[in-house]
């Protein structure tokens, strides 16, 4: 049976009204992608500092120094794997944003629904992004909680 140009009009209208409800998850994707930048050049910070000190603290002779050395080593690796966190999290919300725009576009062209399963893999992104921003506020603290500003404390 031949298709004609009403169908093939409505089909492109239901494309493009399919192409604006995706345009919200893509400019949360753009949001989030600059969260993983911001996340990824920070854990880069941390892993050059860590490194440096490392560095240091194998030819640290003091060993009240290479104590402090130790610590500070101690608060970079949690630091390290509060961002690694954040990063999965963000990572994991991008996933589900990705997911949810095929599913629109699946609708789309397959003239099928998937009632249900969209709002929830919206939640579900949402909920791994607010937890992403939770555990980035935790790395945040420590870092400021250790932060040191100025020469170290002569005892």
Not at 44 to 54: F, K, M, P, V
Not at 64 to 83: E, I, K, N, W
Not at 121 to 132: K, P
Request: net charge positive; charged share 15%; aromatic share 8%.
């Amino acid at each position: 049976m031949m298709t004609g140009p009403v169908d093939l009009h409505d089909a492109v209208s239901n494309v493009a009204y399919f192409i604006q409800l995706s345009v919200a998850p893509v400019f949360l994707l753009t949001g989030v992608a600059a969260m993983l930048g911001v996340l990824t050049n920070r854990l880069s910070r941390i892993i050059d500092r860590a490194r440096a000190i490392e560095a240091q603290h194998a030819v640290e002779a003091d060993s009240g120094r290479r104590a402090s050395q130790h610590a500070t080593l101690r608060v970079l690796s949690r630091r390290a794997r509060l961002v690694s966190w954040s990063i999965s999290l963000c990572t994991t919300c991008s996933l589900f944003v990705s997911t949810i725009i095929v599913l629109l576009f699946l609708e789309a062209l397959l003239a099928t629904y998937f009632r249900g399963v969209v709002p929830v893999l919206f939640i579900i992104a949402m909920l791994a992004f607010i937890m992403g921003l939770l555990v980035f506020l935790r790395e945040i603290y420590l870092a400021t909680a250790s932060l040191r500003i100025g020469p170290p404390e002569v005892k």
